[in-house]
T-cell receptor
Framework: DAGVTQSPTHLIKTRGQQVTLRCSPK?????VSWYQQALGQGPQFIFQ???????QRGNFPDRFSGHQFPNYSSELNVNALLLGDSALYLC??????????FGPGTRLTVL | GQNIDQPTEMTATEGAIVQINCTYQ??????LFWYQQHAGEAPTFLSY????GLEEKGRFSSFLSRSKGYSYLLLKELQMKDSASYLC???????????FGTGTLLAVQP
């Protein structure tokens, strides 16, 4: 079991660009959540996908969008990047149980 | 709204016991989680409490009091590798999403 995987590991972009981050959930998991974690802070909930639909959303602007595919994998898209978008982006998956498993994260740097 | 408070930093000695507190205010409650996060790594699950009382798991225990909006994580027989950030997270509210505190950075000294 590979657990939750994310790609890429690191990414450097410039202001105004767009970025797509990818996540494959743990085997058997159908619910994927995305979090943004700034340095020295706890993860902030962005949104959650289940059955290919966005089910819940945190306090993030529309520049942040996502998608879930039939195989439960997910993408996070961020448009018009700002310097403040620099953070560790975490994907977490779960099934009907309570425990969420986190992926290793994607470190995004916006210059 | 929802609010989670935990100390920013703590220091403890190898072999000792440390208690990390977490208080929360949520419009609903569906469980409290503790995660461990080493620098540059993803959070890893430590414990889950949904009912009042103590849950023990090896060297780690977690306590919950729903009426007080309070939890603590107890780490016994501290080891150097326990130096990490410890995140308290609550699932609650109308959306049932997971809300994290800012984390407590624990430094274990020899």
């Amino acid at each position: 079991d590979a657990g939750v995987t994310q790609s890429p590991t690191h990414l450097i972009k410039t202001r105004g660009q767009q970025v797509t981050l990818r996540c494959s959930p743990k085997s058997g998991h159908d619910t994927v959540s995305w979090y943004q974690q700034a340095l020295g802070q706890g993860p902030q909930f962005i949104f959650q996908y289940y059955e290919e639909e966005e089910r819940q959303r945190g306090n993030f602007p529309d520049r942040f969008s996502g998608h879930q595919f039939p195989n439960y994998s997910s993408e996070l898209n961020v448009n018009a990047l700002l310097l403040g978008d620099s953070a560790l982006y975490l994907c977490a998956s779960r099934d009907t149980g309570s425990e969420q498993f986190f992926g290793p994260g994607t470190r995004l740097t916006v210059l | 709204g929802q609010n989670i408070d935990q100390p920013t930093e703590m220091t403890a000695t190898e072999g000792a016991i440390v208690q990390i507190n977490c208080t929360y205010q949520t419009s609903g409650f569906n469980g409290l989680f503790w995660y461990q996060q080493h620098a540059g790594e993803a959070p890893t699950f430590l414990s889950y409490n949904v009912l009042d009382g103590l849950e023990e798991k090896g060297r780690f225990s977690s306590f919950l009091s729903r009426s007080k909006g309070y939890s603590y994580l107890l780490l016994k027989e501290l080891q150097m590798k326990d130096s990490a950030s410890y995140l308290c997270a609550v699932r609650g509210g109308a959306t049932n999403k997971l809300i994290f505190g800012t984390g407590t950075l624990l430094a274990v000294q020899p």
